[in-house]
């Protein structure tokens, strides 16, 4: 898979290593790893990564045979990034971004929509 992150900031972001996590009705059924990166000033970056899915929490829930019948399955994301925020080279700061984001899988399209949110915390 492909996450984007969007940095509209005047900062640049340089995160560690950490683990984003995929909920099904508020069960974890996914870990996802996310390596060290760099999101630039005003830019975007393109992180290519895995799901690691536990399938058996997925389709042992009691939500998934009706989800399959609807062919929608709600699904929610969430990660924690630690790192540091610097401002023009030379203001450096701790920063954690909070990121949740609600994915809708559409299984007669193969599609999926997304919306996430994110907040910075210095």
């Not at 203001?91 to 701790?94: A, V, Y």
């Not at 919306?115 to 994110?118: K, N, P, V």
């Given at each position: 898979m492909v996450i984007t992150i969007s940095n509209p900031n005047y900062g640049s972001f340089k995160f560690k290593n950490t683990k984003a996590f995929i909920s099904y009705h508020g069960e974890n059924v996914a870990e996802v790893p996310i390596g060290p990166e760099l999101v630039?000033?005003?830019g975007k970056l393109n992180i290519r990564t895995y799901a690691s899915v536990t399938a058996d929490k997925l389709v042992l829930n009691h939500h998934f045979l009706k989800d399959?019948?609807?062919g929608r399955f709600d699904l929610t994301s969430t990660a924690t990034l630690h790192g540091?925020?610097?401002v023009l080279k030379v203001?450096?700061?701790?920063a954690q971004v909070y990121s949740t984001c609600d994915i809708t899988i559409v299984v007669r399209t193969q599609g999926l929509e997304s919306?996430?949110?994110?907040r910075i915390k210095l």
């Open positions: 630039p000033a005003r399959l019948v609807t540091k925020v610097s203001f450096k700061l701790r919306e996430c949110e994110s």
